[in-house]
């Protein structure tokens, strides 16, 4: 009877499991170099330790088992090379992670059994989070925040999805099949009080994330609920396990939305819509959300209605050529696609944002008969080719049907070569032009002697500075992809603000470029002290976490926050305030304070708010 019920139930599993239509777990052999994207003008260098993950899930059950995963470690010049799991047709997520960069993660349909050369990935450094108030954690830009009450620390990132499209994780469109028009997104890798990784919160204790949206993508902003005075925006997260981005969820099931807000927390009213549209609105805006867990966060809009190119890469003499990696990125739109490896015949397909027709605005941007265009790029025996642009048609599609049919070819006329691009444009702060922005070009992969061979003995002017109108231009050379950083300080007797601003660009650009640089960090003398009459006052009257006063021979007095909100001024010296306490001299009252003595205080947090901007504090006063 035992064996019976067996028999039955294997049965009864294959059965399933044809019915499912079972995927083969094959492996292939993918290899390539993993960098550190440079900062500050910087030069390239490679990533010495990065994790490499490869999977796939194979079965489909949303998860991926031990099976379905494989990881390799970076050598010193940045080289891997893994034998991974892949299904023929099904997406496989590529994870590139360093510690204390943010993990970069590639969606690619694998449709060939060939091994894959050249898959590279540049990492870029997170930024350490700060608690600056009762549980809130902010970075040094002011970019990024998130409140919960079960964090202790970590580190975020957060990207403009305009000039930093190769960044974003998998491609632009999302796991129901429409393209993502995406206004910002950000990576969070955050410690709970334990020191561990936290990845989703308790039941019912969601935390809240405000992300800064770059001013590049005010235009793409669309009210998704009107009437109740905000302006709502869908939330989305990446799945790694599936390789997709997914409408984040409530704790009760619903789809996930946040809202826009000002700097200061404070809701923005729908009213001001269109001034966010137009990019008049003055001041920054925060989109601020409720999760319950915790990786890439994203604020997306939904294209369903798209186009699609299909085609063949075949060699010099027509024949057809598998494994070649194709890349697709838009030109007059921001999204790229995942990478596909072409099958036995050369195949491949990839869905992208189509052609408006006479009155249409299916991009929501205001703006109605718009053309499409993609660039399309590949590699294929260790060669890098661009394939060029293409505009798309009107007519909707969806891989494989009413597609644009291209034949590509991996001939000479098409191999990338290194040459000198000029590059005009204008560099803005925060949208208004200003003279003296540094903007560098750079195409990181090319090697000195080649840098050195293009340039010649004149050399190029790989460095502009703005005039008064934001205008610039440059030289340098470039193999397929430049990359322009722009750099702008601006001081006062009382701070340092300091702008930055990268932009990829696939291919020398034909038409100006913009280059609008966002807040990187800022530093403050505040608050300003004064001590007279044996009084210690602060301007502004800023909650303190801790005050220390300094003589020639050491510490004489220290006080400290004795609750989360901190203390404040004015402070009598050798009186401890409420909420504070005493931490030098351990008991008894402090030296006299003395000409010459330095006070200092750092205020809760380390920020104090200057000129609309949340600025890095260091405050210091030599008593008279």
């Known amino acids: 009877m035992k064996r019976s019920l067996c028999i039955i139930l294997t049965a009864s599993l294959m059965l399933l499991v044809s019915q499912q239509g079972c995927k083969r777990v094959q492996h292939i052999t993918i290899s390539g170099t993993v960098y550190i994207a440079p900062q500050q003008g910087g030069s390239v260098t490679a990533a010495d330790g990065a994790t490499i993950t490869v999977s796939t899930d194979v079965n489909g059950n949303g998860r991926i088992g031990p099976r379905e995963r494989a990881t390799a470690t970076t050598d010193s010049n940045g080289h891997y090379t893994i034998h991974a799991p892949v299904a023929a047709g099904m997406q496989s997520v590529v994870r590139f992670s360093l510690d204390g960069y943010a993990p970069l993660l590639k969606t690619v349909q694998i449709n060939t059994t060939r091994a894959i050369t050249g898959f590279d990935g540049a990492l870029v ?34 990207f403009n999805p305009a000039t930093e499209a190769d960044k974003f994780p998998g491609s632009f469109s999302d796991n129901k099949g429409s393209l993502l028009i995406s206004g910002v997104f950000t990576a969070f890798e955050l410690e709970d009080t334990q020191g561990k990784r936290l990845a989703t919160t308790e039941p019912g204790n969601p935390a809240r994330i405000r992300m800064r ?12 609920h009107s009437g109740n005075d905000r302006i709502d925006v869908p939330m989305y997260y990446f799945n790694e396990e599936t390789g997709q981005w997914v409408r984040g969820t409530t704790e ?17 009213a729908e009213a001001q819509l269109a001034a966010v549209r137009n990019g008049s609105y003055s001041g920054d805006i925060f989109a601020a959300s409720d999760v319950t867990h915790f990786s890439y966060w994203n604020v997306d809009w939904p294209i369903a209605d798209h186009g699609c190119i ?18 697709v990125a838009g030109v007059t739109y921001t999204g790229t696609s995942s990478p596909q490896t072409t099958d036995e015949n050369g195949k491949f397909c990839v869905d992208v944002m189509r052609s408006e027709a006479p009155g249409e605005d299916i991009n929501n941007n205001g703006v109605t008969g718009e053309k499409q265009k993609v660039l399309i790029s590949g590699s294929s025996g260790g060669k890098l080719y661009n394939f060029g642009e293409y505009e798309i048609p009107v007519q909707a599609g969806t891989c494989p049907t009413n597609c644009l049919a291209v034949e590509l070819k991996v001939a000479p006329e ?25 903007v560098y070009g ?9 840098w050195n061979n ?11 500075s703005t005039d008064d109108t934001g205008a610039f231009s440059l030289t340098a050379p470039y193999a397929f992809k430049l990359s322009l950083l722009g750099i702008y300080t601006e001081s006062d007797d009382t701070g340092t603000f300091f702008y930055e601003s990268t932009r990829s660009l696939l291919g020398c650009p034909s038409t100006p470029v913009s280059l609008n640089l966002e807040l990187l960090f800022c530093t403050v003398n505040l608050p300003a002290i004064n001590y007279s009459g044996g009084v210690i006052s602060l301007d502004p009257a800023v909650p303190l976490s801790f005050l220390i006063v300094n003589g020639p ?18 402070i009598t010296y050798g009186t401890v305030p409420a909420d504070a306490r005493q931490a030098f001299p351990s008991g008894g009252t402090p030296m006299a304070i003395a000409t010459g003595d330095i006070i200092q205080v750092v205020p809760l947090g380390g920020y104090v708010p200057y000129k609309g901007k949340q600025c890095y504090s260091s405050s210091i006063y030599t008593v008279q």
């Open 125 to 158: 450094e997170m930024n350490s989070l700060t608690d600056v108030k009762n549980g809130k954690w902010r970075n040094s830009a002011g970019s990024v925040e998130i409140s919960n009450s079960n964090i202790s620390g970590g580190k975020v990132r957060n």
């Open 213 to 224: 949206m770059p001013r590049d993508t005010w235009g793409a902003v669309v009210d998704t």
């Open 252 to 268: 009760g099931g619903a789809d996930l939305s946040g809202w826009l807000e000002r700097d200061n927390g404070t809701i923005i």
């Open 310 to 327: 299909s085609g063949t890469v075949v060699d010099a003499d027509g024949n057809p050529v598998a494994g070649a990696t194709i890349n």
């Open 414 to 438: 098409n191999e990338v070569q290194v040459s000198v691009c000029s590059v005009s444009g204008t560099a803005t702060v925060e949208g208004q032009p200003k003279a003296g922005i540094f």
């Open 442 to 450: 750079s195409d990181d992969m090319i090697d000195p002697d080649t």
């Open 454 to 464: 293009v340039c010649g003995t004149s050399g190029c002017t790989f460095i502009a």
């Open 553 to 570: 021979l050491g510490p004489k007095w220290m006080i400290m926050q004795n609750t989360d909100a901190g203390f404040s001024g004015p």
